[in-house]
């Protein structure tokens, strides 16, 4: 068990919708991260979070944002969502969120797009 | 931005040591090489990083070429449980740590 929490485990919505990921760090750590895996474009960067604040940005699209609540929980939210989003999605969290910290990740939300 | 290269799959016999190799010659003085492996059906999970030195954990070594443009990841006893996809990942010095995966190395035990 990392101590990375994410809820829900599956999610089944239809085109157009809006969902949020919700993600729980491991205690005490201050950055949470959020990465896409796909078949077809394996595992992504998507967005990183020290603090509250955002401090990275991958291939985040405009349809997608996240924040981090100052209890340190973070959520991602997708809207529109089209056949595409269907991907698993991972948090992570580590300590500091710079080079020298391990991230440590959640079991995934997998989100099926139908 | 460094890359990596990594073979696609690899196989290794339970119980023997398992050498997975990772090229990274356009690596920088101040990048980190960092691998993490993901087992089937769960998020990834860190192994063991290294920045000019070799390095042993509970988990693995790694070692690091001296040009610093390769390195392998040696699991000593190779475990049924350790068949995963294993990825090397360079991380620069002062950067923010976001993880760059490529296709990683799919390695395959046999009992």
């Known amino acids: 068990d990392s101590g990375v929490t994410q809820t829900p485990k599956h999610l089944i919505t239809a085109t157009g919708q809006r969902v949020t990921l919700r993600c729980s760090p491991r205690?005490?750590?201050?950055?949470v991260y959020w990465y896409q895996q796909s078949l077809d474009q394996g595992l992504q960067f998507l967005i990183q979070?020290?603090?509250?604040?955002?401090?990275a940005k991958g291939n985040i699209l405009e349809r997608f944002s996240a924040q981090q609540f100052p209890d340190l929980h973070s959520e991602l939210n997708l809207s529109s969502l089209e056949l595409g989003d269907s991907a698993l999605y991972f948090c992570?969290?580590?300590?500091?969120?710079?080079?020298?910290?391990?991230?440590?990740f959640g079991a995934g939300t997998r989100l099926s797009v139908l | 931005d460094a890359k990596t290269t990594q073979p696609n799959s690899m196989e290794s016999n339970e119980e023997e040591p398992v050498h997975l190799p990772c090229n990274h010659s356009?690596?920088?003085?101040?990048?980190?090489i960092h691998w993490y492996r993901q087992l089937p059906s769960q998020g990834p999970e860190y192994v063991i990083h290294?920045?000019?030195s070799n390095v042993n954990n509970r988990m693995a070594s790694l070692a690091i070429a001296e040009d610093r443009k390769s390195s392998t990841l040696i699991l000593h006893r190779a475990t049924l449980r350790d068949a995963a996809v294993y990825y090397c990942?360079?991380?620069?010095?002062?950067?923010?740590?976001?993880?760059?995966f490529g296709k990683g190395i799919t390695l395959s035990v046999r009992p």
């Open positions: 205690s005490g750590d201050l950055s």
């Open positions: 979070y020290y603090n509250g604040e955002e401090r």
């Open positions: 992570a969290s580590s300590q500091t969120g710079d080079h020298r910290n391990i991230q440590y």
């Open positions: 356009t690596i920088s003085g101040t990048d980190y």
């Open positions: 990942i360079l991380i620069k010095n002062g950067a923010n740590s976001k993880l760059t």
């Open positions: 290294g920045l000019t």
